[in-house]
């Protein structure tokens, strides 16, 4: 919070702007900036697509009803299909497509009232390359929970709600961010697990390889499996390119991305796999 209200204020900014996809992500990122700036300073826009469920649009409003947020949806069906009709695109570059669309959404509106993009990506998703490039997570001029992992940001939302009514206020974060299972919503039924580790492993090993500095052989030693091993290793080192991209953020951790784990960008070595 510390971090963002000092990034709004020095560099001229009064208000934000972000996605509101209903995740858990978005829901902590803006509750961060409604802390920092004030519920009314942020603008959260959701963008559904085809894929977007009902109780993601349903979450993101309930969130910004909490918030006092300026709740905005602006459907992408339309600039999606305006796409398509050009370029028609399958797969992984259809699903980006839709991602980078949202991108676009919030630059517009930025430019056009001058508010600071907030990028709500995580340290998890930003170490594996889980992210599209240039799209609503990862555009924009700051990114509050950038070294935050994923375990730790539902800690936070917790943290953070029990706060709340430790206060006798009305939790921020719906209970219902918090529990789903995480998604995109790119494709029908997709879910983060479908493309990497459960969570909680997951962050595990990437504390380990990263913020540890242990190789291969020490990470198999602590008695993690070769095959999760060599995802994350593989991972890690391949999106390098993405993180150097990234926006600036809060550093919370021993080692941060961006400012203390600097690797070149293109290299042909990789940490030897099995």
């Keep these: 919070m510390t971090g963002l ?5 020095k560099n001229g900014f009064r208000s934000v702007v972000l996605g509101a996809s209903g995740g858990i992500d978005s829901a902590l990122t803006a509750t ?3 802390d920092a700036v004030g519920g009314a300073n942020v603008v959260a826009v959701s963008m559904p697509s085809a894929y977007s469920s009902e ?14 947020a300026d ?10 299909d305006a796409f398509q009709g050009e370029l028609h695109l399958t797969g992984v570059a259809e699903e980006n497509l839709q991602a980078r669309v949202r991108g676009v959404v919030l630059m517009a509106l930025s430019n056009a009232e001058g508010h600071l993009v907030v990028a709500p990506g995580n340290k998890s998703e930003l170490a594996t390359g889980y992210a599209t490039i240039y799209d609503a997570g990862s555009i924009g001029g700051f990114a509050p929970i950038k070294d935050v992992d994923k375990s730790r940001v539902w800690r936070l939302a917790r943290w953070r709600n029990d706060q709340a009514l430790d206060a006798g206020e009305i939790p921020p974060i719906p ?6 299972p995480p998604s ?6 997709q879910t983060d697990q479908d493309s990497l580790p459960p969570y909680e492993l997951l962050d595990e090993v990437l504390d380990a390889y990263i913020e540890h500095a242990e190789g291969r052989a ?9 095959e999760v091993v060599d995802t994350v290793v593989r991972l890690v080192d391949r999106a390098e390119w993405k993180r150097r991209q990234y926006p600036p953020g809060t550093k919370v951790t021993a080692l941060a991305f961006g400012r203390d784990r600097r690797l070149p960008i293109t290299s042909r070595w990789r940490e030897p796999l099995g």
Excluded: C, N
């Design 71 to 80: 709740y905005r949806v602006q459907p992408i069906g339309p600039m999606v």
């Design 184 to 189: 995109a919503e790119l494709r029908p039924g």
């Design 5 to 9: 209200a000092g990034y709004v204020r």
């Design 175 to 180: 209970e219902s961010s918090i529990t789903k």
């Design 32 to 34: 961060i900036a409604a």
């Design 218 to 226: 020490e990470l198999l030693a602590r008695g993690f499996d070769p």
């Design 55 to 68: 109780h993601s649009k349903d979450d993101a409003a309930d969130l910004a009803k909490r918030l006092g």
